[in-house]
């Protein structure tokens, strides 16, 4: 009788405090932002490329995918990408060409590059003018799916070509842009995180704008003339493809993997953007209350206790049934 | 006393068939291969969550692991137990 109460209350507690937790973690999917915490992992990292070509006289062609795609905790170590998960990636471009010139600028190929699938792309084109230039702010936001069936602790290249810049004339240069954080609204995750940021990356857009100005200053000289002008623009092109950084912005499904929560807050962390230390809103945990983690806590260690008495008192009534 | 032994022999031998037809049908019953990916997934999510909400469940889960199956051993054991009795009982 002993052994069969210990048993009920130590399965009892011991489902309860391992079902609990994800049924309630599914319950506030959508709770308010103070309450979640993030997982800054993140994924960045920028293209080597420099094999930006001229398909024709106006237009060019990115061949050059990112070739690295690297989950960081807070202590730089490399992670693990999830199996057979969708995740976007949102990046940014600078283009500056001569005004009053028509450009037509396209999404990434739906491609496929071993284990990474392009799924969806979609852009945000931005334009604004001065008397010699029309400068567009372009924002790509791509659907990636690794399709392995395992996950990987091993760097990825997504097969981000194609993207094809074309001009009716004139000259054209452009540059990849550091990465803003802004949601593609492609998960619930990410309408979170939009919600953290909604304020912070319009004035990181503003910002952006304003450095580029400021650069573009610096080509101004080299593309008076046409001719010159568009070799400035290639090797304008070359430079800034090693400054292509895409910024995995979450997870399509509300994925709760296998990467470590170390951090407890949700706030943004862009330090460094350049180098590898440009950390990134990725995954959101909601924080359950003290009280019932405490709770919880304690509903395990009963239940293990339970269990332990339980065959405790197992063991005594085999040896005594033997000894009979 | 030659009928008890045959009736021992006899219960030994169904116990032992027994025995033999569970071990066949797992090996010859195939079984169709889940996707260990997803369900690895699924448990890791599962696990995450758990660690972020209950931080001494998944602490305290080897032991619990080990002590059902302790339980899993003792049933076992006893299971032989009453198997061996069951053989050695003639005079029923």
């Known amino acids: ?324 | 006393m030659f009928a008890d032994l045959a009736k021992i022999i006899a219960k030994g031998a169904a116990v032992l068939g027994i025995i033999v037809l569970v071990i066949t049908l797992f090996s010859v019953v195939t079984i169709p291969t889940p996707q260990w990916g997803n369900i690895a997934t699924s448990i890791n999510q599962a696990y995450a969550v758990i660690r972020h909400w209950c931080p001494v469940a998944t602490t305290l889960l080897p032991i619990g692991i080990q002590l059902v199956s302790l339980e899993i051993a003792i049933m076992g054991v006893e299971l032989a137990g009453v198997a061996y009795r069951w053989v050695l009982k003639v005079n029923e």
Not at chain 1, 26 to 31: F, G, I, S, T
Not at chain 1, 138 to 143: I, K, Q, R, S, T
Not at chain 1, 229 to 238: K, L, M, P, S, T
Request: glycine share 6%; with cysteine.
């Open chain 1, 1 to 324: 009788m002993k052994e069969k109460k210990w048993k009920v209350i130590s399965l009892f507690l011991g489902l309860l405090s391992l079902l609990l937790p994800p049924i309630l973690q599914v319950k506030n999917a959508n709770a308010i932002v103070d309450n979640w915490t993030i997982n800054n992992a993140t994924v960045y990292h920028t293209t080597g490329s420099t094999s930006l070509t001229f398909t024709n006289g106006y237009s060019q062609e990115i061949t050059g995918p990112i070739t690295q795609l690297r989950f960081f905790s807070t202590s730089a170590q490399s992670q693990t990408i999830p199996a057979q998960q969708e995740f976007s990636l949102r990046f940014a471009m600078f283009i500056k060409s001569t005004a009053n010139n028509f450009a037509v600028i396209s999404c990434p190929n739906r491609s496929n590059s071993g284990n990474i699938q392009v799924v969806d792309c979609d852009m945000e084109i931005a334009k604004t003018s001065d008397e010699s230039f029309d400068y567009y702010n372009v924002w790509f936001n791509v659907l990636v799916k690794y399709n392995r069936e395992e996950s990987s602790t091993s760097d990825l290249s997504v097969p981000l070509t194609g993207v094809v810049l074309q001009y009716s004339s004139g000259s054209a240069s452009y540059r990849f842009s550091q990465p803003i954080m802004v949601i593609t609204g492609k998960s619930d995750t990410q309408k979170i995180i939009d919600a953290i940021n909604n304020t912070s990356s319009e004035s990181a857009v503003e910002q952006q704008n304003e450095t580029y100005q400021q650069e573009s200053t610096d080509y101004s000289t080299a593309e008076t003339s046409t001719d010159t002008g568009i070799n400035q623009g290639q090797n304008d092109i070359e430079q800034g493809g090693q400054s292509l950084i895409a910024v995995i912005t979450g997870f399509k499904t509300n994925v709760l993997d296998q990467i470590n929560t170390s951090s407890t807050d949700c706030n943004l962390n862009l330090g460094n953007p350049y180098g590898f230390n440009m950390g990134a809103i990725d995954l959101c945990y909601y924080n359950p209350p003290t009280w019932l983690t405490s709770l919880l806590n304690i509903c395990a260690s009963l239940a293990i206790v339970g269990l332990a008495l339980h065959v405790f008192w197992r063991i005594i009534n085999v040896i005594k049934g033997f000894s009979k």
